[in-house]
């Protein structure tokens, strides 16, 4: 059954829908609204066609837009699928850094930050899909800003280096953080890609674990990783 272009999925603010018909609110707040909507369609097609196979077409049939209105927001697929990841990475990294700066000490603000990725991605699977798998194939301009946004985690773990003894530091080499980073994204993006993404919550103690072992060593990262 085709999916109905009307329906309401359940997006974060950002991404809302705008309620068919006539609504009387202002324009600016409608244009803003139709520009989500595309935002949201393009995930949504994504999710079922993938990036390359994605087309104008889809995506305003899961807008439930015109074509006429998606150039007034858009110059092409591509520019549209920039604004969709910037959308989605800047609502990621918000719980990420809310989450936190809400503890007092760094390992459980680690937890709690890799807690909260886990959340949002397992919550939004076309949004997932779209930050951690699609982005790789959707062209240089893209590729770069998954580059920023993955080096954007590393100092929250090189944080993890302060009040450390002199052992600890030696073994720890200046790309530890990017290969934590690096290691725990690519876990994540091979759940989303084996369809596992609402399992993603799954991975917290593995990752908080994996996270913490170079800096707290193996019993006290696991003691840290497997509470409650």
């Known amino acids: 059954m085709a999916p109905d272009p ?21 324009r600016e707040f409608v244009v803003h609204n139709q520009r989500e909507r595309l935002i949201a369609g393009l ?4 999710a079922e ?6 087309t104008i077409a889809h995506i305003t049939r899961h807008a439930a837009v015109s074509r006429r209105t998606f150039y007034e927001h858009f110059g092409s697929k591509d520019e549209c699928f920039v604004a969709a990841y910037d959308t989605v990475m800047e609502q990621l990294r918000e719980r990420v ?17 890799i807690a909260a990725m886990l959340s949002f991605l397992a ?41 450390r003894p002199p052992e600890v530091l030696d073994r720890l080499s200046p790309t530890t953080e990017e290969a934590l ?18 399992e993603l919550e799954q991975l917290l103690p593995d990752l908080v674990e994996f996270t913490l072992t170079p800096y707290l060593g193996t019993a006290e990262a696991a003691a840290i990783a497997h509470a409650g």
């Open 43 to 46: 995930a949504e097609a994504i």
């Open 97 to 113: 850094d809310a989450a936190y700066q809400d503890e007092d000490d760094w390992p459980h603000a680690v937890r709690a930050g």
């Open 181 to 198: 980073v690096g290691g725990m994204v690519s876990l994540i993006s091979r759940r989303i890609i084996a369809g596992r993404g609402p």
């Open 6 to 26: 009307n329906a309401s999925a359940e997006y974060p603010p950002e991404l809302s829908r705008l309620p068919p018909g006539r609504h009387g609110l202002p």
């Open 49 to 54: 066609n993938g990036y390359a196979s994605t």
């Open 123 to 163: 919550a939004e699977p076309n949004l997932a899909r779209l930050s951690m798998v699609e982005a790789l194939v959707a062209g240089p301009v893209v590729v770069e800003r998954y580059d920023a946004a993955i080096r954007s985690l590393v100092p929250y773990f090189e944080a993890g280096r302060e009040g």
